[in-house]
């Protein structure tokens, strides 16, 4: 079984300054895809950024960036700039590619971020 | 485009009661998906469907069921409530599923179970 472990359950940060959250997870599968979804107070959860594992390259979309480390199976999420609108929870969440593969999420980390 | 709509966003049972949710995919998305979302345990996985067809399923008592329409409309079920069952239930759209496309979520129904 597949198991996904932040074990941050808070951070701050001041604005403008950059912050990573930590994320780790335990497989035995080869091949299998990472991600970070942000989860605004009363809002909709929404995917921040996608890894597939065979890729070397970490995955980046704008301020945010990923240090996926297959090896030590590590998956942590920077985020630049921090903006007030970051103010969220963030899961990491792991899925295989297998037929019956479906996404396990992490406990999450709740992120705040001060003006 | 209309996002992910759930209905009804909050509601309250007693023990013992069933409740069933509903929840409008993104027009085009054949893949729907639920989750539980507690403080203590997270998010879990409940089941996916696609096509009308059970894909997956989560680990969760048999309390616990769903179905799927030709319009991929989706409802989910849970029948002889315990207190243990109050969360936010969470559905996701997506065309073909997480690994394929992005999860759609919508704004979710929370229960709470007296």
């Known amino acids: 079984a597949q198991t996904v472990t932040q074990s941050q359950p808070e951070m701050s940060v001041q604005e403008a300054e950059t912050v990573t959250l930590s994320c780790t997870y335990d497989t035995s599968e080869s091949n299998y895809y990472l991600f970070w979804y942000k989860q605004p107070p009363s809002r909709q959860m929404i995917l921040v950024i996608r890894q597939e594992a065979y890729k070397q390259q970490n995955a980046t979309e704008n301020r945010f960036s990923v240090n996926f480390q297959k090896a030590a199976k590590s998956f942590s999420l920077k985020i630049s700039d921090s903006q007030l609108g970051d103010t969220a929870m963030y899961f990491c969440a792991f899925q295989t590619t297998g037929a019956n593969s479906k996404l396990t999420f992490g406990k999450g980390i709740t992120l705040s971020v001060r003006p | 485009k209309a996002g992910v709509t759930q209905t009804p966003r909050y509601l309250i049972k007693t023990r013992g009661q069933q409740v069933t949710l509903s929840c409008s995919p993104i027009?085009?998305?054949?893949?729907v998906s639920w989750y539980q979302q507690t403080p203590g345990q997270g998010l879990q996985f409940l089941f996916e469907y696609f096509s009308e067809t059970q894909r997956n399923k989560g680990n969760f008592p048999g309390r616990f069921s769903g179905r799927q329409f030709s319009n991929s409309r989706s409802e989910m079920n849970v029948s002889t409530l315990e207190l243990g069952d109050s969360a936010l239930y969470l559905c996701a759209s997506s065309r073909t599923g997480a690994l394929t496309g992005e999860l759609f979520f919508g704004e979710g129904s929370r229960l709470t179970v007296l």
């Open positions: 027009s085009g998305h054949r893949s």
